[in-house]
């Protein structure tokens, strides 16, 4: 019998052979428990060896969920999901149980070598030189600002908040970040700043009001004309100049640089080029926060030869640093790491709040014109972050780099 999607077999109504094989494979949960449903709509339960999270699965395809899963691990997992071959009551739940279990179900979730080759390319291909970078941030920022505004907190930040309290409003929580940022620069009155990555204008404007001067560089048309009609409304225009520019044509020089979260979007085959022009442009003895996303060493060797689902679909060339190759980099050009602080479950916390109000959003998404492959995109993606940072296979840092006096 072939791996296809037939539902049960007559006379004994045993799952079909690719339902069975997954099952099989399943079996070896360490953490946690699953109940799995096949087309039939037949539970199938399976406990895991020691506590964890509970999770459900209907698998609506097999042979198709299977097949992908051989080929393509996480990737596939991913684009089943995207073409409802299968669903969960709780994304979130899932994933998170699947990433702390998943070095024990690698037939699932590694890909095959040619596979992994193939979308190893097809991610180098989009490599962030200086079109590739434009392209590649349009690609994922200009989507529009109407989309992004729908789930983002009111103040249009994307990136991780710092919470007081697990009830704590978003925009308080991004405040807080934006704060500790400030505050750790050690800003004389009136301090220039660059902001790498500046984004719809959250930072720039939270430093103009404490009477800093802001000069803010994005590679995205979308984000430069809602931060630019922000400042202005604000009437903060004077203190804050806003540039379509990549931050490898930065001739300026500042007091402080700042960075938050876009060091993300940079490329490994770029590390150096972007430490370098923070360095260039950091006055003597100036200090530069950066907020980065890091994955953990242990991940990195596989994660660096292959391309994850969120470098195919969601952000095309970009690479996260593990925290060891971050500072080395950062030395290598002359900047001595200060301080370091990690905050990923505030990560996980933020991206619940995006997920919940995104799905909230999603009729409205919808009348925008983003298809139902699109929507599951993006809620796999927003989850597939969140678990992540649950499982700490990724975390968050802030930390200070100081220019030599």
Request: some cysteine.
């Amino acid at each position: 019998m072939s791996l296809e999607d037939t539902h049960t077999v007559s006379g004994n109504q045993r799952p079909d052979p690719a339902l069975r094989f997954l099952l099989w494979q399943l079996k070896r949960l360490h953490q946690g428990s699953l109940q799995v449903t096949g087309p039939d709509g037949r539970p199938h339960p399976i406990q895991g060896a020691h506590p964890g999270l509970d999770a459900a699965i209907r698998i609506h395809r097999p042979g198709a969920l299977l097949r992908r899963l051989l080929s393509r691990g996480l990737v596939g997992l991913g684009e089943g999901y995207m073409a409802g071959e299968w669903d969960t009551p709780d994304l979130q739940t899932l994933l998170s149980m699947g990433s702390v279990n998943q070095e024990h179900m690698r037939t699932l979730v590694y890909a095959s070598p040619w596979s992994r080759l193939a979308d190893y390319l097809r991610h180098r291909r989009r490599d962030n030189h200086r079109n590739g970078s434009r392209r590649n941030i349009a690609f994922h920022y200009d989507l529009g600002n109407d989309f992004y505004r729908l789930w983002l907190d009111a103040g249009m930040t994307y990136s991780c908040g710092l919470f007081a309290a697990e009830d704590e409003p978003l925009e308080a929580a991004q405040e807080r970040k934006y704060a500790r940022l400030l505050e750790r620069l050690e800003p004389t009155p009136g301090a220039h700043i660059l902001e790498i990555g500046c984004g719809w204008g959250g930072f720039a404007e939270f430093a103009a009001r404490r009477g800093h001067r802001v000069t803010g560089i994005t590679l995205s048309q979308e984000q430069l004309d809602h931060a630019r009609e922000r400042l202005q409304a604000a009437g903060l225009g004077d203190r804050v100049e806003l540039r379509l520019q990549d931050y490898r044509d930065v001739t300026d020089r500042f007091d402080h640089v700042v960075s938050i979260e876009m060091f993300e979007a940079v490329g490994e085959a770029f590390w150096e080029d972007w430490f370098a022009a923070v360095r260039r442009a950091l006055l003597p003895g100036g200090r530069a926060t950066v907020q980065v996303i890091t994955i953990a060493e242990a991940a990195f060797a596989y994660y660096r030869r292959a391309a994850d689902f969120i470098q195919l679909y969601i952000f095309p060339g970009g690479m996260l640093p593990t925290v060891q190759a971050f500072e080395d980099k950062a030395k290598a050009a002359g900047l001595r790491t200060r301080e370091r602080d990690f905050f990923g479950a505030d990560y996980a916390r933020t991206l619940d709040r995006w997920y919940r109000r995104f799905q909230e959003q999603a009729p409205a998404i919808r009348a925008l014109g983003y298809d139902e492959p699109f929507l599951r995109m993006w809620g796999f993606y927003l989850a597939y972050c969140e678990a992540g940072f649950r499982s700490r296979n990724t975390d968050l840092m802030q930390t200070v780099l100081e220019a030599p006096v």
